[in-house]
């Protein structure tokens, strides 16, 4: 019992005792952090920073232990010369360069005390990643939580940032790495490092010693930042040169005058290259406003779909108005003005090979980039128009096409011809042996189908009566049959680098201070190439002849397509107008081919004609054209995702857009499109029965669509010597469809 009532009062007595020994326990650590505090401030200022708290002390004194870890031997090194410090030793950082030291509280009154100083060792500085680079250019930036998605395990975050007024999206598992993301897109847009290293460092990347940066598939990974080597501040926008998404020498960017409306744009004479001092590192606003102070800026028009918009600034220079277009407007400002500059004060701002427009052999009517960015505009524009601007579900796509025709020295009397889209090819299974079916739905193959119709429209134009001659772009030729009027041109608009030979590289190499491809004809370069079925890409021809049957595709075989970039090398031998309307008319080329992206000189010129450059006994009227290749301003940026099944297309004179199912070849009823070979075959009976007197090549009775095809002996002559001309250069063998799909006949 006794034992029982002392029971409480001796709980009592262990809960004070353990209270007490709690008490203790916080007041020696808080001595213990006060009493080194007042030691280092104690020294002088010069001294104090060689004093710094171990992190381990740090976490050791906020644990529950009441020991005083004075003495405690930072590395487990043992001591110098077997003794302890003097009291009152500083302590000296490890920094991993294997000194140690041994820590003891600082006393009052020890005037001899004597720092060690630390030891600065020299090492690498260690890299800022892109978040911490876009924050010195651009401080106070808002990063923006768009979206989560995924399971809770496996979260996908995407933030946004918008710099200059683009906004730049990335994605990732954890908000940090989706902001990082989103940094590293908005530093590729405009920022330029003094070198590559300090670059793909900032990317958290390295590169290796022995880069070869001429090889076809670059050895890291982002090859988006251009003009690495040019020295030049990164603390604005953009400046002259530069080059990015958002930076004023964009990937199609030039030295030449951006859509200046200009009263007169006859071709003239190159001027010499410009007198007046560096202007390095100056925004063009701001070189201009030196030249021609207080011009006023004129926001003519904004266009273009989402993900790609465009805005039009003008500026008025000794009576003359430039044009400038970009993503936003301090951009198309900036390329008003370098308009300006280029074409008043001769300075040319880029003068990067790969980026410039490489010239037509012929007579140009028109300033290069003026033409490109004026024929761009135009397509976008009818396409918005088209698409009830870009609302349409058949807007979506990944390649846009068209073609432009001028008729003169004015690029405003210029007049759209075609607008298509598509990325696929027929099914194998799909194919029509009566010409029911498109085989290649590519926007740039579909485009020049528009035009053939076109074609036909004129001539059926001419034929009607005297008063429409006049109106048709067609006119009696001397030598037999038609030929176009005098400075009527035709200029294809291609989105991107057409696929082929004058895709497959580009990307890799449109480096600011490239000097021309150095490799252009190595032997991995030039190759024929066919389409996959059914999906996106291209591969190289085999080194035998490939001989494709019907019955084989049908079993399973997959139908082999020619790549774009080899039909626009076919047709700058043989013509856009095709074996059948060769019957007609004299061979009929392209004057330009423009590209909204991936520009690279050397290779696009390589694919579209300088690989068959030795084509020999081309029948007369046939030649090699050589169209003036060009990027544009405002280049349009790149489209991720899954391209759809459908293409579309317009010709001028059709009341709408057609949208053909790729796959069959047919539209979405299952119906024969306009611009299959049965619809066009039927157009040229109708002309051939009123022209059969004054046909290029006779033919007596046309029947089989094959049979007309090879009356037209000149175009197939011309056909020959192509092939021989690859199969000469070791680019393998041109690979033609199945022979049946030709054998279908029609009555009139």
């Given at each position: 019992?006794?034992?029982?009532?002392?029971?409480?009062?001796?709980?009592?007595?262990?809960?004070?005792?353990?209270?007490?020994?709690?008490?203790?326990?916080?007041?020696?650590?808080?001595?213990?952090?006060?009493?080194?505090?007042?030691?280092?401030?104690?020294?002088?200022?010069?001294?104090?920073?060689?004093?710094?708290?171990?992190?381990?002390?740090?976490?050791?004194?906020?644990?529950?232990?009441?020991?005083?870890?004075?003495?405690?031997?930072?590395?487990?090194?043992?001591?110098?010369?077997?003794?302890?410090?003097?009291?009152?030793?500083?302590?000296?950082?490890?920094?991993?360069?294997?000194?140690?030291?041994?820590?003891?509280?600082?006393?009052?009154?020890?005037?001899?005390?004597?720092?060690?100083?630390?030891?600065?060792?020299?090492?690498?500085?260690?890299?800022?990643?892109?978040?911490?680079?876009?924050?010195?250019?651009?401080?106070?930036?808002?990063?923006?939580?768009?979206?989560?998605?995924?399971?809770?395990?496996?979260?996908?975050?995407?933030?946004?940032?918008?710099?200059?007024?683009?906004?730049?999206?990335?994605?990732?598992?954890?908000?940090?790495?989706?902001?990082?993301?989103?940094?590293?897109?908005?530093?590729?847009?405009?920022?330029?490092?003094?070198?590559?290293?300090?670059?793909?460092?900032?990317?958290?990347?390295?590169?290796?010693?022995?880069?070869?940066?001429?090889?076809?598939?670059?050895?890291?990974?982002?090859?988006?930042?251009?003009?690495?080597?040019?020295?030049?501040?990164?603390?604005?926008?953009?400046?002259?040169?530069?080059?990015?998404?958002?930076?004023?020498?964009?990937?199609?960017?030039?030295?030449?005058?951006?859509?200046?409306?200009?009263?007169?744009?006859?071709?003239?004479?190159?001027?010499?290259?410009?007198?007046?001092?560096?202007?390095?590192?100056?925004?063009?606003?701001?070189?201009?406003?030196?030249?021609?102070?207080?011009?006023?800026?004129?926001?003519?028009?904004?266009?273009?779909?989402?993900?790609?918009?465009?805005?039009?600034?003008?500026?008025?220079?000794?009576?003359?108005?430039?044009?400038?277009?970009?993503?936003?407007?301090?951009?198309?400002?900036?390329?008003?003005?370098?308009?300006?500059?280029?074409?008043?004060?001769?300075?040319?701002?880029?003068?990067?090979?790969?980026?410039?427009?490489?010239?037509?052999?012929?007579?140009?009517?028109?300033?290069?980039?003026?033409?490109?960015?004026?024929?761009?505009?135009?397509?976008?524009?009818?396409?918005?128009?088209?698409?009830?601007?870009?609302?349409?579900?058949?807007?979506?796509?990944?390649?846009?096409?068209?073609?432009?025709?001028?008729?003169?020295?004015?690029?405003?009397?210029?007049?759209?011809?075609?607008?298509?889209?598509?990325?696929?090819?027929?099914?194998?299974?799909?194919?029509?042996?009566?010409?029911?079916?498109?085989?290649?739905?590519?926007?740039?193959?579909?485009?020049?189908?528009?035009?053939?119709?076109?074609?036909?429209?004129?001539?059926?134009?001419?034929?009607?009566?005297?008063?429409?001659?006049?109106?048709?772009?067609?006119?009696?030729?001397?030598?037999?049959?038609?030929?176009?009027?005098?400075?009527?041109?035709?200029?294809?608009?291609?989105?991107?680098?057409?696929?082929?030979?004058?895709?497959?590289?580009?990307?890799?190499?449109?480096?600011?201070?490239?000097?021309?491809?150095?490799?252009?004809?190595?032997?991995?370069?030039?190759?024929?190439?066919?389409?996959?079925?059914?999906?996106?890409?291209?591969?190289?021809?085999?080194?035998?002849?490939?001989?494709?049957?019907?019955?084989?595709?049908?079993?399973?075989?997959?139908?082999?397509?020619?790549?774009?970039?080899?039909?626009?090398?076919?047709?700058?031998?043989?013509?856009?107008?095709?074996?059948?309307?060769?019957?007609?008319?004299?061979?009929?080329?392209?004057?330009?081919?423009?590209?909204?992206?991936?520009?690279?000189?050397?290779?696009?010129?390589?694919?579209?004609?300088?690989?068959?450059?030795?084509?020999?006994?081309?029948?007369?009227?046939?030649?090699?054209?050589?169209?003036?290749?060009?990027?544009?301003?405002?280049?349009?940026?790149?489209?991720?995702?899954?391209a759809p099944n459908f293409s579309v297309n317009w010709t001028v004179g059709d009341t709408g857009l057609e949208v053909i199912n790729a796959t069959t070849g047919k539209d979405e009823m299952?119906?024969?499109?306009?611009?299959?070979?049965?619809?066009?075959?039927?157009?040229?009976?109708?002309?051939?029965?009123?022209?059969?007197?004054?046909?290029?090549?006779?033919?007596?009775?046309?029947?089989?669509?094959?049979?007309?095809?090879?009356?037209?002996?000149?175009?197939?002559?011309?056909?020959?010597?192509?092939?021989?001309?690859?199969?000469?250069?070791?680019?393998?063998?041109?690979?033609?469809?199945?022979?049946?799909?030709?054998?279908?006949?029609?009555?009139?």
């Amino acid at each position: 019992m006794a034992e029982r009532r002392r029971g409480p009062g001796a709980a009592a007595r262990r809960r004070g005792r353990l209270a007490l020994i709690r008490r203790l326990r916080r007041t020696t650590r808080q001595w213990t952090v006060l009493t080194k505090h007042e030691s280092s401030l104690r020294q002088p200022r010069n001294q104090q920073k060689y004093f710094t708290m171990d992190v381990d002390d740090e976490e050791n004194m906020s644990s529950s232990s009441t020991d005083v870890k004075e003495n405690r031997n930072v590395d487990n090194v043992p001591p110098k010369d077997g003794g302890g410090q003097g009291a009152g030793e500083g302590t000296q950082l490890s920094n991993g360069s294997g000194s140690s030291s041994r820590k003891r509280p600082l006393e009052e009154g020890n005037s001899k005390f004597r720092p060690k100083k630390r030891k600065k060792t020299p090492g690498p500085v260690l890299p800022k990643n892109a978040l911490m680079q876009l924050n010195e250019i651009k401080p106070g930036l808002q990063y923006k939580l768009l979206s989560q998605t995924g399971p809770v395990h496996a979260p996908m975050f995407v933030m946004a940032v918008e710099v200059n007024g683009q906004v730049f999206e990335g994605s990732g598992p954890t908000k940090k790495k989706a902001k990082l993301h989103a940094a590293e897109k908005a530093l590729r847009s405009f920022v330029q490092f003094p070198n590559a290293s300090e670059a793909h460092l900032a990317m958290g990347r390295t590169l290796s010693v022995n880069t070869d940066f001429t090889s076809d598939q670059a050895d890291f990974p982002d090859t988006l930042f251009n003009g690495f080597e040019t020295p030049v501040p990164s603390d604005a926008s953009f400046y002259l040169g530069s080059n990015g998404d958002g930076s004023f020498s964009s990937s199609g960017d030039y030295g030449l005058p951006s859509s200046a409306v200009v009263s007169s744009l006859s071709q003239s004479p190159l001027p010499t290259p410009s007198s007046y001092p560096s202007t390095s590192g100056k925004n063009p606003v701001m070189i201009l406003n030196e030249l021609r102070p207080g011009l006023k800026y004129e926001f003519l028009s904004e266009s273009g779909e989402s993900h790609a918009k465009n805005f039009v600034m003008a500026v008025a220079v000794d009576g003359q108005t430039f044009e400038g277009s970009g993503r936003n407007k301090k951009l198309a400002k900036a390329r008003a003005a370098q308009s300006a500059l280029a074409s008043l004060f001769n300075m040319q701002l880029d003068q990067t090979p790969s980026r410039q427009p490489i010239p037509s052999e012929g007579l140009q009517l028109h300033l290069p980039q003026v033409l490109a960015d004026a024929v761009a505009r135009l397509v976008v524009d009818k396409f918005s128009d088209l698409t009830e601007n870009f609302t349409s579900p058949h807007a979506r796509r990944k390649v846009l096409a068209g073609i432009v025709m001028t008729t003169g020295t004015d690029v405003k009397d210029a007049l759209v011809i075609s607008v298509s889209t598509g990325t696929k090819c027929i099914n194998g299974e799909y194919m029509s042996d009566r010409g029911l079916a498109l085989n290649d739905c590519h926007a740039e193959i579909i485009s020049r189908r528009c035009l053939l119709k076109f074609l036909y429209t004129q001539l059926e134009l001419y034929l009607s009566n005297k008063e429409d001659q006049q109106k048709s772009i067609f006119m009696k030729s001397e030598r037999g049959g038609f030929k176009l009027k005098e400075n009527v041109q035709f200029h294809l608009y291609i989105s991107t680098s057409p696929c082929g030979d004058a895709r497959i590289f580009s990307p890799h190499e449109a480096a600011q201070e490239d000097q021309g491809d150095r490799h252009p004809n190595r032997k991995a370069r030039g190759q024929l190439r066919t389409k996959i079925e059914s999906g996106e890409g291209t591969i190289p021809v085999r080194s035998t002849t490939t001989i494709q049957t019907w019955d084989g595709v049908l079993q399973g075989e997959r139908l082999l397509t020619m790549s774009c970039s080899d039909k626009i090398a076919r047709w700058n031998v043989l013509g856009i107008q095709g074996a059948l309307l060769s019957l007609f008319v004299e061979p009929i080329y392209f004057s330009s081919i423009i590209l909204g992206s991936l520009y690279h000189g050397d290779h696009l010129s390589r694919a579209v004609y300088q690989r068959i450059a030795e084509i020999e006994d081309l029948p007369p009227l046939y030649t090699l054209n050589r169209p003036l290749l060009s990027g544009i301003s405002n280049a349009e940026a790149r489209q991720p995702g899954k391209a759809p099944n459908f293409s579309v297309n317009w010709t001028v004179g059709d009341t709408g857009l057609e949208v053909i199912n790729a796959t069959t070849g047919k539209d979405e009823m299952g119906r024969a499109s306009r611009l299959c070979k049965h619809a066009f075959y039927s157009r040229w009976m109708r002309i051939h029965a009123k022209l059969s007197s004054s046909l290029r090549s006779k033919i007596l009775k046309p029947n089989l669509y094959h049979e007309t095809k090879q009356g037209a002996t000149e175009y197939q002559t011309a056909k020959e010597c192509l092939f021989k001309a690859f199969l000469k250069a070791g680019l393998g063998a041109w690979v033609e469809k199945p022979i049946e799909q030709d054998q279908f006949s029609l009555t009139v």
